[in-house]
Each structure stands twice: as structure tokens, then as C-alpha cells.
């Protein structure tokens, strides 16, 4: 899966890297086709015939999960927050995989999984399950795989990353670099700049993956950083777009205002409250491709 990593150039006395996992070759990348590419293992394993998950139609998990049902041929259900469901690329995309999606009050999505569940069965089905987002021990483990070519690469370029941000949203992705952070006893600081969550919950969605993963290790605690401070609602969604439109235009790089630009603007943002200064810093690029598209065409 090795994804390549770039030296950017200057950013704020800095000197930064980006990760490209939008570069992971499957259906746009992103941080959801490696976390799927494991989840599709065990089902190519288990022999599912179906498979269900839940997002919005914004959802990178959800484009990506019902392309690689698509190319096993076995059905894709989607469980959908009728709250956001407008028309994207992404949802155009699981359309064009004929991916069943059900949409639903986002307070009736549980029990509508519980429901698409058991129909499943009753018809004979094998369905898997897919938690949103590609949550659970098997997408820490994609992460905690991306942490070790992170290490590989410093070895091999005789570098060290002092810092290294990113996205964080179901917290996955951070429990398992913080994971592979701990496994190596690494010490450095791995920042997840929150897309939504709020804290002490946030941070709480993280600590839970990691202590899921690996049990009860020193170094848990310190080790995970999640900041809920760059979230965006209302006018602060201006400062996301600016952001895209001046990555693409300083480092050509294309971000989206759901996830990346936000990542990248609280990176900056941290960058400059913690006046941290003369560090190697490793941003990871976790994806989203179509998203940038939507947010070129709306215009914020
Ligand atoms: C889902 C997603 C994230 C957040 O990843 P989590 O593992 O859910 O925290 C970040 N960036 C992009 C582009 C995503 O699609």
C-alpha cells in the first residue's frame, strides 16, 4: 500500500511533508480504501454476500466500500442520515455503484441497521457489517500499517518527524498511529485536528480505539492529542475554503472543506499558538478527492 511521502518546502519555518494517502490507488483513495482494503479481506474470507454500512452522502467510507462491493458483485447497503443527504460526487458515485441506500431520521439509524440486518438473514443472505467510517479494530490496524511505512521512510531518509497531523474524525486513523506511535515508543507529537467532534467525547472515541486495540500500555494518556478547536461551523467554513484554494495554489495539492482543509487550517493554526518552529512536520493527506470538487463547484 506504501503511499509516497513529499517534501512541501517552508511552511510557517517548518519543514513539511505530506503523506499522499489520496494517492492509495482505489477509486479516488483516501484513508477509507485502507481501512476497506482490510474489512474486504475478511469478507472475501468469510464469503459475505452483502455487505452493509452507514454514512452520509458526503461519505469517502461509503464511496469507497460500495465501489469495492461493486467489483465483487455482491449488493451494498447503505444506511443514510436523511439530515445530509444532498446530491455529491460521492453520493453520485455510490449511485453509479449500485449501491442500495436507505435513508432514514439520523435517530432511526441504528435500528434500521438492526433491521436491514435481520431481513438480510432472513433471505438467506451472509451480510458484514461495516461500522461507519471504517471504525473498529481492523481500521486502527490500517492505520497502525501506515504508521510503520511512516517509520520506514524515516530510516531509509535518515529524517524524524517531530510532528505529524492530521483529520480526525471517528478517530481511527489516530488510534492507530498513535498505536503504531506506542509499539515503537516513539516520542513525537501526533496531532488530530478534529472535523467535528467535540471534546471530552472526541478524544474519548480515540482513547476507547486505542485501548481496544492494544489493552492497557503506558503512554496512552499523553499520547493522544485530538483538538476540537478548528471545527469550522458558520463564517469559519470562509478560512476552510481559503485554505483549499491556497494549498492548491502554493503546493498543488487539492484538499476539501469537509475534512483535509480543516486538517490543514488547524494545523497552521496550532503551528502558530504553539509558535513551534524549526520541526520536521508530516501532514497526512487522508483523502476525499470528490469532496474537493464539491467544494470548488459550491464556491466555500
Ligand atoms: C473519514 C475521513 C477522515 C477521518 O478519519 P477517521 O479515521 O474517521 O478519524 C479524515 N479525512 C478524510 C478525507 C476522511 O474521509
Known sequence: MDTIIQFMGNEANNDLYIKREDF?????????????????????????????????SSS??????????????????IVSPEEVSENTFNSKLMQLFGAEIVTVPVLQVHDTIEDVLESLKADNYNPYFIQGGGHGNIGTCAYVECYEEIKRYEQENDIYFDYIFHASGTGTTQAGMICGQLINKDDRKIIGISIARKNPRGRQVVLDSVYDFMGNVEGIEDATVFVDTYIGEGY???????????????????????????????MREYIKENKISGKNILFIHTGGTPLFFDCLLRGY
Open 236 to 266: 469559519a467554513k470562509g478560512d476552510t475554503y481559503s485554505t483549499v484554494s491556497d494549498v492548491l495554489k502554493k503546493y498543488g495539492i487539492p484538499l476539501d472543506n469537509i475534512y483535509t482543509g480543516k486538517a490543514f487550517y488547524g
Open 24 to 56: 492509495i490507488p482505489f477509486s479516488f483513495g483516501g484513508n477509507k480504501a485502507r481501512k476497506a482494503k482490510l474489512f474486504f479481506e475478511e469478507i472475501d474470507r468469510n464469503r459475505n454476500d452483502c455487505v452493509v454500512t452507514y454514512g452520509s
Open 60 to 77: 469517502n467510507h461509503c464511496r469507497i466500500v460500495s465501489n469495492m462491493a461493486a467489483v465483487r458483485g455482491i449488493r451494498c447497503i
